[in-house]
C-alpha cells in the first residue's frame, strides 16, 4: 500500500509540474522572475486549483503610463517576494477582458485588479493613495505591494 500511495504522489506531482508549465505566460515587460500565467482563463483556473488569490495588470504596449511602471514592478523585491502567494497574470492589448467585471471604475490603464480564490473581481482591494475615479491604477511598486499584503490579510494566507 505504502508503494501504491507513493506512486499516486509522484504522479501527482509531475502532473501538477506539466500541467503548471502549460499555463507559462511571457512577462510582456512586467519581469521574467514571476510566475505568469498565460492567459486569464487558466490564471483562473490555477487560481482555483491552487486556492490563491489572482492579481491581474491590464495594459496596453502603447502606454505610456504602462512602460512607466513595468521596470519598477519588475525590479521590486517587495512584490516579487508577495507574488509568490499569488496566481499572477498580464493581459495586454487584445487580451483585455470586454466584460465590465474587469472594468469596476473605468478602462483606462494600466489597471490592477485583485480576484479571490473562488473568482471573484474584489472590488474593495484598490490603490487607496491613488485617485477616488481611477481606484485600481498603480503607479508605484509600494501601492501594489500595499493592496497585496491587504489581498492575503483579507484570505488568511501567510506571508512567512
Not at 54 to 60: D, F, R, S, Y
Not at 80 to 88: A, R, Y
Not at 96 to 102: A, G, L, R, W, Y
Not at 112 to 140: A, C, M, R, W
Request: contains cysteine.
Amino acid at each position: 500500500m505504502a508503494a501504491g500511495h507513493l506512486a499516486k504522489v509522484f504522479f501527482t506531482l509531475i502532473f501538477d509540474q506539466v500541467h503548471c508549465t502549460s499555463y507559462r505566460g511571457r512577462d510582456n515587460g512586467f519581469g521574467n522572475n514571476y510566475v505568469w500565467a498565460g492567459s486569464l482563463e487558466s490564471g483562473l483556473q490555477l487560481a482555483s486549483n491552487h486556492r490563491k488569490p489572482l492579481m491581474v495588470i491590464i495594459h496596453k504596449s502603447w502606454c505610456h503610463a504602462c512602460k512607466n511602471l513595468k521596470p519598477k514592478f519588475a525590479n521590486s523585491s517587495e512584490i516579487q517576494m508577495l507574488s509568490k502567494h499569488f496566481v499572477m497574470v498580464n493581459l495586454v492589448d487584445e487580451e483585455e477582458p470586454t466584460s465590465s467585471i474587469f472594468a469596476p471604475d473605468g478602462t483606462y490603464i494600466p489597471r490592477i485588479l485583485f480576484i479571490s480564490p473562488k473568482g471573484l473581481v474584489d472590488t474593495e482591494i484598490y490603490n487607496e493613495q491613488g485617485s477616488s475615479q481611477h481606484k485600481y491604477f498603480y503607479s508605484q511598486p509600494e501601492q501594489i505591494a500595499r493592496s497585496m499584503k491587504k489581498v492575503l490579510e483579507k484570505y488568511h494566507f501567510e506571508t512567512v
